[in-house]
Each structure stands twice: as C-alpha cells, then as structure tokens.
C-alpha cells in the first residue's frame, strides 16, 4: 500500500495555512476531483476522498494538532475521516463541497446562517525557552493580538445614532433561494445571502473606527504555566486563550510551540541528559574526587583508577522530568573525556619516558614487531 501524502501536501497549503485558507483550498481541490466532474474516473474519485480525508483532520484543531505533532499515526488505530457510508464518503462535510458549486445546502438544511454564536479562532504562537526553564518550569508573559469589541459601537457595527436594518433580501433569514441548472438538473436551493453575508441585517452607516465589523484588534499580555519536563518542538494547548468567539461563541484556543535554547553543558536526549566530563591522564589513572554538574546543581563524584576515555557512567534519576508525569524522571549519562597535555617541560618528558618504559612500552616497537613477539610467547 502507498504511504499517504502529507495532508497540507494534498490541499496545496503550507502548514501554517489559517482556517481560511485551508476552507479554500479544500474547496478548489474538491470541485477540480468531483466524480460528476470526473465521470469513470476512478483516479480522481481517490484522489476526491484524499482530499476531504485531510480536511476533515486539519479543519480540526485537536485533529490538526495531533497530526502536526505526530503526523498519520496520530490516526492510524482508527483512522480521522473515511469510511464506508456513501460510497466511501462518510464524513465528508457536503455543504462545503456543494457551496463551492454554488448549490447551497441541497440536503434541505439551508446553508449555515452566520448570525448565529461563532466560535473564535485559534491562535499559534512559538515561546522561547530556556533550559533551565524547560526542565524545571516556569511562567511565560504572552503577548497575545486579540480581537475585542469596538467600544464606540459597542459591537452593533453602526455609527454612533445609527441602526443596522433587517436585510430586505432575505428577510432576516440570512439565506436566500435561487434555482438553477446543476449536474442532477433543475434545482432550488439555499445559500447565504448575497445582500447580507448571512448576518440578516445590513449596515447603512458603518462605524467610522471598526468599519462595520463591531470589533478592533487589540494586543494583551497572559500569563501561561509551562510544566516542568516540556520539550523543544512540543506543544501546548491552552483552552479559551485564542480570538473571541462571536455573538456569544467560545473563544477559541491557544497552541504555544515550544522553542529550547540548547546549553553549554547538557544535551537532552528523551528524558536522559548527556554530560561530557573532561578528566586529566592521572586522574583517569589514578582516581580521584571531583565535581560533576547535574541540572540540580553540583555533585561529588569518585572516579574510579583506570577509568578509559570516552568511558560512561551513569546517575539514575538526574535527567529531565517526565512532562506527563513530573513524579518520572530520565538519567544523567556521563561521559569522560580524557584530556592530553600539549605543552610539557623537559622535567615531565623525562618522568613520561621513564613511566613508559617502567610499563614496559617500547615506543621504537611497531605494530607488527609487537604482533610478531606476542605469537612467539
């Protein structure tokens, strides 16, 4: 089976596309592979299902952020659209598809009015951490561009003295009906009104600061909890913090992407931390105490006589904390680095050689004559 293609791929979005332009997308994509467009076409029935396939996971927020974050396994145990109704198209949202005909709602429903409560958008930003403050948490200023009421007409959209009036198109209704010729023939249907937007009012006199939308963009400042163990490219959702939702609808939400700023010192790797420790000649060989540091601060550490370059030792329970449970720790792995000097007297040549040849090193000796000795023994 062929590996499915990227969602944003398949709509031809980038995979910061706001809902808007994801909307679209999709309904370009669906009017060009339609099977009454495409008639026998199996090609382009699949590729018709592929397309409403990723829209129904990116208009999504959880959805959407579930595939940002792990992409299609984030589906695969059952699977984020599909089906088997409708000759394969269960799911599919067919008020989008046939509003980009321009069928309106042929299922009798009418097409969403839009003066009814609209849920606000969702809003990403990236945050920078640092890493002390990923491993330990913290609490981060957001600056955040919201949009609030105008407060010179107090969200009616109308100049200060002025009303809106019901719209003599559609009555109010914010739908209008209109018959025409479609693929299945003759046809009446609805659709939003083209006079009103859907709002079932009109604006004659439009506020001079808001220009008739009844809300200005602002910018605040929240303060949001980052949990102790988050890593870089994780993301956070935080419930009510997007854009105002309208006419009484749910703010949307808020998706901070974490951004770690790498350390001098400490590599994470999972929840494991990785520290490189240089250590001199003698200390290697000899042993001995000294300081190793951990992100809970400094440590003593025996080294071992003999310890060999690039050996590692670990510290259980010294790593990063488990972002879904703080009470879960990784551990610091530690490698040393055995240091050579560069720059010795002739007093510490004179000991090296003298050590060296106390070892029973031959350093005129090459490989081969070493080789050769050792099959005569």
């Known amino acids: 089976m062929a ?3 990227d969602y944003y ?15 679209k997308a999709f309904r370009t994509q669906a009017k060009k592979y339609h099977p009454d467009n495409n008639p026998g076409d199996s090609e382009a029935e699949a590729k018709f299902k592929e397309v409403n396939e990723a829209y129904e996971v990116l208009k999504d927020p959880q959805k959407r952020a579930a595939y940002d974050q792990y992409g299609h396994a984030a589906f695969e145990a ?9 000759g394969g198209f269960e799911g599919m949202d067919f008020g989008d598809i046939f509003e980009s005909f321009g069928f309106g709602d042929i299922f009798g429903g009418g097409s969403r009015r839009r003066n009814g409560p609209r849920r606000g958008r969702d809003i990403q930003m990236s945050v920078t951490l640092t890493f002390e403050e990923s491993m330990f948490g913290c609490k981060k200023e957001i600056r955040l561009p919201v949009t609030e009421s105008c407060d010179t007409c107090h969200g009616t959209g109308c100049a200060p003295g002025t009303y809106a009036e019901t719209c003599k198109r559609c009555g109010g209704t914010g739908q209008e009906t209109v018959t025409q010729q479609t693929p299945f023939g003759m046809m009446r249907t609805q659709r939003t009104c083209s006079a009103c937007g859907g709002e ?33 490219g994780q993301k956070i959702r935080k419930t009510g913090l997007g854009g105002a939702g309208e006419r009484g609808g749910q703010n949307g939400d808020l998706y901070l992407i974490i951004n770690v700023m790498p350390h001098k ?10 520290v490189e420790v240089p250590i001199s000649m003698t200390q290697a060989a000899l042993g001995d105490e000294i300081t190793i540091p951990t992100i809970d601060g ?9 310890t060999q370059p690039g050996e590692k030792t670990v510290l259980k329970n010294r790593g990063a904390f488990n972002v879904r449970n703080p009470k879960l720790r990784g551990d610091e792995i530690i490698t040393f680095k055995v240091t050579v000097p560069t720059r010795l007297t002739d007093k510490q040549k004179r000991l090296l050689k003298e050590l060296a040849e106390d070892l029973g090193e031959n350093r005129k000796e090459g490989f081969f004559d070493k080789v050769k000795k050792k099959l005569n023994e």
Not at 202 to 229: N, Y
Request: proline share 4%.
């Open 3 to 5: 590996a499915k293609r």
């Open 9 to 23: 791929e398949v709509l031809g979005v980038a995979k910061g596309a706001s809902d808007t332009e994801l909307k």
């Open 78 to 86: 059952g699977g984020a659209a599909g089906g088997s109704g409708f």
């Open 200 to 232: 079932g009012k009109t604006i004659k006199t439009p506020c001079p600061k808001c220009g008739g939308r009844g809300s200005i963009t602002a910018e605040k400042t929240v303060t949001v909890d980052i949990q102790k163990g988050i890593a870089h």
């Open 265 to 274: 010192v400490f590599v994470r790797s999972g929840n494991d931390i990785h």
């Open 298 to 306: 400094d440590e003593k550490y025996t080294v071992k006589p003999g």
